[in-house]
């Protein structure tokens, strides 16, 4: 990853304005803040969310609150609890979409 040149940068991410995002089942909002081509998002999904789509993009993920499912296409399974990050390449065989029973809180880099 390479970061664009830019000032240093601090984002309160409560005054970020958040965008609703309907997965499958529940839904997920988003803020994000964005760096040339690179995006950063607080990210938190409702109790129940499902995505609805399988995903392709590269991440680094950190889990914040609550429980995460993340699940390959290829079948494998992971469960992700605060503390706890992923990190996927945008090149691969590793499509993946997230779940939560509790719902979660999250921070992305993509």
């Known amino acids: 990853m390479k970061i664009p040149g830019l000032p240093f940068t601090v984002v309160d991410w ?7 995002h309907s997965g499958e089942v529940g839904s997920a909002l988003w803020r994000t803040f964005q760096i040339g081509d690179i995006r950063v998002r607080m990210v938190e999904y409702s109790p129940g969310y499902i995505a609805d789509h399988w995903c392709d993009r ?3 993920l950190l889990v914040i609150e609550g429980e995460l499912e993340t699940e390959l296409r290829d079948g494998r399974t992971f469960t ?3 503390g706890m990050s992923y990190q996927v ?3 691969g065989d ?3 979409r997230s779940s939560t029973r509790t719902g979660a809180k999250l921070f992305i880099v993509d």
Do not use: K, W
């Not at 409560?14 to 609703?20: F, Q, T």
């Open 14 to 20: 409560s005054a970020v304005p958040a965008s609703e």
């Open 94 to 96: 590793a499509a993946h």
């Open 58 to 60: 590269g991440h680094i």
């Open 80 to 82: 992700l609890v605060p």
């Open 89 to 91: 390449s945008d090149f």
